[in-house]
T-cell receptor
Framework: AQTVTQSQPEMSVQEAETVTLSCTYD???????LFWYKQPPSRQMILVIR??????QNATENRFSVNFQKAAKSFSLKISDSQLGDAAMYFC???????????FGKGTLLTVNP | DSGVTQTPKHLITATGQRVTLRCSPR?????VYWYQQSLDQGLQFLIQ???????AKGNILERFSAQQFPDLHSELNLSSLELGDSALYFC????????????FGPGTRLTVL
């Protein structure tokens, strides 16, 4: 079974600084997708960024970028120029094989300090 | 706003009761997924429907059932409720049945007393 591990339960960053959230996953599939979702205090799940495993280029979305290391099964999220609105729980998620469900990690709570 | 709607936002009920949670996917999306978020279990996939047919099943209890109607809205039925069923229930939708992005609704907070 696929598993997703987020080893940092909590992280903090100063406003305008850069922070990296870690995620590792375990799978025997060769074709899969990885996602980062953000859950602010409102509890809404917001898709931040997506990476297809077959693409070597790391995905970027404005201030958000990933470092995808397929051999190491690592998928970290970098947030640049952190803003107060980035404070949230961040979930790493995996989707692969014949089952299209999302498998989530336990999340990392990010605090942004002014 | 993701375009996915869920009703009700909050639901408080007693043990042994039955409730129905409703989800309307984004316009054009054919797939609907249900997830449960609880403190002890985290975010768990329950079930997926695609264009009215059940496509995949996850950790869904036998007391729970779901369906997707011809207009593509979906309902999750929870019966014989227990205290441990208290959780946030999310519906998500995607265009196809495969690994497209899933867009989440605001969730229904269920409290079982």
């Amino acid at each position: 079974a696929q598993t997703v591990t987020q080893s940092q339960p909590e992280m903090s960053v100063q406003e305008a600084e850069t922070v990296t959230l870690s995620c590792t996953y375990d799978t025997s599939e060769s074709d899969y997708y990885l996602f980062w979702y953000k859950q602010p205090p409102s509890r809404q799940m917001i898709l931040v960024i997506r990476q297809e495993a077959y693409k070597q280029q790391n995905a970027t979305e404005n201030r958000f970028s990933v470092n995808f290391q397929k051999a190491a099964k690592s998928f970290s999220l970098k947030i640049s120029d952190s803003q107060l609105g980035d404070a949230a729980m961040y979930f790493c998620a995996y989707s692969g094989g014949s089952n299209y469900k999302l498998t989530f990690g336990k999340g990392t709570l990010l605090t942004v300090n002014p | 706003d993701s375009g996915v709607t869920q009703t009700p936002k909050h639901l408080i009920t007693a043990t042994g009761q039955r409730v129905t949670l409703r989800c309307s996917p984004r316009s054009g999306d054919l797939s609907v997924y249900w997830y449960q978020q609880s403190l002890d279990q985290g975010l768990q996939f329950l079930i997926q429907y695609y264009n009215g047919e059940e496509r995949a099943k996850g950790n869904i209890l036998e007391r729970f059932s779901a369906q997707q109607f011809p207009d593509l809205h979906s309902e999750l039925n929870l019966s014989s409720l227990e205290l441990g069923d208290s959780a946030l229930y999310f519906c998500a939708s995607s265009v196809g049945a495969n690994r497209n992005e899933q867009f989440f609704g605001p969730g229904t907070r269920l409290t079982v007393l």
